[in-house]
């Protein structure tokens, strides 16, 4: 189910929110970027409580081969880590291999970027928030499966409604906090958003220059 947003979180220049999520003060919610995804959202009824991810979210071979990439990639970041102390030779080897599978990755992601719409969230490493046609009950539950673009990350995991207010053209916004997301995934959120902050970080540094250019340029020109 794809989702439409309308009227994102304040935010500064740079594209990052500001606003903290209510009643949400671990530092994990510190940091959040307006953002935009593929996004798969199941809000649940009482019968599927007891239902695993699997059984709740479409299944995909696809995003299944993402998922496992993913977790090959951290498992060799872990191997690197200690091997670098130890043996060189094998840690550069392995440093390949780790860079052929975020390769892989990369295009399986950028593959569905082409295939489907991406819907406009606002991502932290605890939750996201996003614009729903219907208002949720606070401390409901829901699946959700995140494909991150472009870095191609995917996420999956039951979240808890911790707010569902009105937002524009009768939508509703609804905050989510994720429940027992894997570190792995928290971790690679974490990866998300520093490329995401850096790549604005840079197109604010080119707007700049162009800006400081035109500027010359007419104090040149009389």
């Given at each position: 189910?794809?989702?439409?947003?309308?009227?994102?979180?304040?935010?500064?220049?740079?594209?990052?929110?500001?606003?903290?999520?209510?009643n949400e003060p671990d530092r994990r919610h510190?940091?959040?970027?307006?953002?935009?995804?593929?996004?798969?959202?199941?809000p649940l009824t009482p019968d599927q409580q007891?239902?695993?991810?699997?059984?709740?979210?479409?299944?995909?071979?696809?995003?299944?081969?993402?998922?496992d990439l993913q977790q090959l990639d951290l498992q060799l970041q872990q191997q690197l880590f200690k091997l670098?102390?130890?043996?060189?030779v094998l840690a550069s080897a392995l440093g390949l291999i780790n860079h052929k599978i975020e390769r892989l990755a990369l295009h399986l992601g950028r593959n569905f970027d082409d295939q489907a719409e991406s819907t406009p969230i606002t991502l932290s490493?605890?939750?996201?928030s996003l614009s729903h046609p219907e208002p949720l009950p606070l401390d409901s539950r829901c699946a959700i499966r995140l494909l991150l673009l472009p870095s191609g990350y995917?996420?999956?995991?039951?979240?808890?409604?911790?707010?569902?207010?009105?937002?524009?053209?009768?939508r509703y916004r609804i905050g989510l906090s994720f429940i027992e997301l894997a570190d792995g995934q928290r971790d690679l959120i974490a990866r998300h958003i520093l490329a995401h902050q850096a790549q604005l970080r840079r197109q604010l540094r080119q707007q700049l220059d162009l800006d400081a250019a035109s500027a010359s340029n007419?104090?040149?020109n009389p």
């Open positions: 189910m794809m989702l439409n947003h309308r009227n994102p979180l304040p935010s500064n220049r740079n594209g990052i929110c500001t606003m903290p999520l209510p510190s940091f959040r970027i307006e953002d935009r995804a593929q996004v798969e959202f199941v007891a239902l695993s991810l699997e059984q709740l979210l479409q299944p995909s071979e696809a995003f299944s081969l993402l998922v670098s102390e130890t043996n060189s490493e605890g939750g996201l995917v996420l999956q995991s039951l979240a808890r409604v911790v707010y569902s207010h009105p937002d524009t053209d009768q007419g104090t040149d």
